[in-house]
């Protein structure tokens, strides 16, 4: 097996929709100059991309071209290597059934595409200071309209 190269500061987007990508990175960068980011546009260019290094968080949308995020989160938490890899969902769908599936799938978090940047600013500075280590968030929840709300199955 290879040796991975790890980076805590490296965070990844996997969208397919380069709108999201540009107002992410734009927001990204407002909130965390230290942090890079890396954009990828479908799970299979993700999969790829995490055979050679382990980013510190990956934000992952649901419905992408090659594998979508479902099999995305199957195989990331398949491989010893990336099963504490901290994945935050990053989807447009408010679906009930998609955010269950989505915590079935063992992500950390389900995030609400926010419809404008001061949201997205609002989530990102409260996501990038979780500490995953910990098993945070030790709730399920997810959030959505500029608030954390609890999700219950």
Known sequence: ???????KDHVVLADDDPDHGFLFQRVLKQVAPER????????AALIELLAREVPGLVFLDLNMPC????????EIRYRPELSDLPVVVYSSSTQMNDIQRSY????????????????????LTSILT???RRNYPNERFYFINNRFVPFTA
């Open 1 to 7: 097996m290879k040796d991975l190269h790890n980076h």
């Open 36 to 43: 890079f980011l890396t954009r990828v546009r479908d799970g």
């Open 67 to 74: 594998k979508n995020g479902y099999e995305c989160l199957e």
């Open 104 to 123: 079935i799938y063992k992500a950390d978090l389900y995030l609400v595409k926010p419809f404008n940047s001061y949201h997205l600013k609002n989530a």
């Open 130 to 132: 979780m500490d995953w």
